[in-house]
């Protein structure tokens, strides 16, 4: 068969490619970028995610840069109380089989690029901005053109240009995005200049009504990965913009000492406002499929986006690798086989980050229940999510 098409080379994208060169199958991705992008923020991957990435090989690159966190610290934003130590660690790779793992962005996405890279099967093509599609129903094969000239086609094109997908625009033109009314400033600071439960190798959460900080060690635990989430009044144009360090700690005043120093440590905040999709639209037509954040952005309050554009690829090349005679059928398949799993996720981000920012008599009960429940009965409720096994 043609190559496959793929638009993004960010997580989606490059674990796609990755997962059909292991099946022997060829394909194109074009990245916008021109070089791989290094921005200061981390990714958690819980056992779904890192189960995918052992199964394509790619634990050694990743592996002196991940940590794997001993537990989830859930602490009162508000009076610092630590309410909860949910067990991460060995307990969770025992549990399912694959390790939880905090690790630098840049450091995943080095690790896909150079697979890919290293790949005879994959063509990786920067500074090529997918711009238009051509994919008329009933046509043989696919053509998408380039904002700066030229064209390639293929059999199939899979849009996994993430949340401002080009590809959705023609495929999907009333897709809408609704902003969610939070933002998340991210930071990377030193490990070494912490102390207290923030230099834990461990993820800290902090909850306080309507914002929370999530904190983890990244670059192998020599540093700490902040996303700091909240409302903002300001007008939520900006995708990825810097923001002062006094917007961050006027936005989190009410957060204790420890959490104020953690902010303050920081030098270079991004923001980027949190999106949600109106609906669901449809991910598929003809020849083409979106997958990722092009296809259902989710709202990072269980931190798995990442992990679904990861079970994503994963699912799609093996659906593509057993339906080859014809592969436009493996894109039915594969929606079918994805669209309850996505949306349950979906649905769980959005109740937790509820959850999360809860006010009043609420946020009591909250913590009774963060105090008093066991931490591993607590855990297994998450069992469907990290115990999940694409293919
Ligand atoms: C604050 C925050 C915290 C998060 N934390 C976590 C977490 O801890 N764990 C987790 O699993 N997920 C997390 N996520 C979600 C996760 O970052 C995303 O779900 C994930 O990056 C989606 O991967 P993707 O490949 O679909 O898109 P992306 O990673 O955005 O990749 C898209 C790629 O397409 C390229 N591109 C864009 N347009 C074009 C075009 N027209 N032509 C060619 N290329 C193009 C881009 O340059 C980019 O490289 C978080 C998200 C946010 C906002």
Not at 228 to 252: H, P, Y
Request: glycine share 10%; charged share 20%; net charge neutral.
């Amino acid at each position: 068969m043609l190559p496959v098409l793929i638009a993004g080379g960010g997580i989606g994208g490059l674990t796609l490619a990755v997962a059909l060169a292991r099946h022997g199958i060829a394909s194109r991705v074009f990245e916008a970028r021109s070089e791989r992008p290094n921005e200061g923020a981390g990714i958690q991957l819980g056992p779904n995610a890192t189960r995918v990435l052992r199964t394509l090989k790619l634990f050694d690159g990743i592996l002196p840069q991940a940590v794997a966190p001993e537990s989830i610290i859930v602490n009162d934003g508000v009076s610092g109380h630590e309410l909860a130590r949910l067990p991460l660690g060995d307990w969770i790779e025992r549990r399912h089989g694959a390790p939880y793992w905090v690790v630098h962005r840049a450091a995943l996405l080095e690790t896909l690029w150079l697979a890919a890279m290293a790949e005879p099967l994959i063509e990786l093509e920067t500074g090529r901005t997918v711009q238009q599609v051509d994919d008329a129903a009933g046509g043989p094969d696919v053509t998408i053109g380039f904002a700066d000239g030229g064209e390639a086609s293929g059999q199939l094109l899979v849009g996994a240009d993430g949340l401002w997908s080009s590809v959705r625009k023609v495929l999907n033109p009333s897709f809408a995005l609704k902003c969610s009314g939070v933002s998340a400033a991210r930071a990377v600071v030193p490990r070494e200049q912490m102390q207290g439960r923030v230099s834990e190798l461990a993820t800290g959460v902090w909850l306080a009504p309507n914002a929370h900080v999530v904190h983890y060690p990244v670059n192998g635990g020599d540093k700490i990965a902040i996303v700091a989430i909240g409302k903002c009044d300001e007008q939520l144009n900006g995708w990825n913009t810097a923001i002062s360090n006094d917007v961050v700690a006027q936005r989190f005043a009410i957060m204790p000492t420890e959490v104020s120093r953690l902010l303050a440590a920081a030098e270079n905040w991004r923001q980027w406002p949190l999106y949600q999709a109106v609906e669901n639209a449809s991910w598929t037509k003809h020849r083409c499929l979106l997958i990722g954040d092009a296809a259902h952005p989710i709202l990072p309050f269980l931190a798995q986006g990442g992990a679904m554009a990861i079970e994503d690829g994963f699912e799609l090349a093996e659906g593509i690798s057993v339906n080859s005679i014809d592969p436009a059928d493996a894109l039915a398949t594969y929606c079918k086989k994805r669209y309850q799993r996505v949306a349950n996720v979906q649905r769980a981000s959005v109740a937790n980050g509820r959850t999360y920012h809860l006010d009043g008599l609420m946020a009591v009960a909250r913590n009774a229940a963060l105090r008093t429940v066991p931490a591993e009965l607590f855990m297994r409720r998450y069992d469907w999510i990290y115990g999940y096994r694409a293919g």
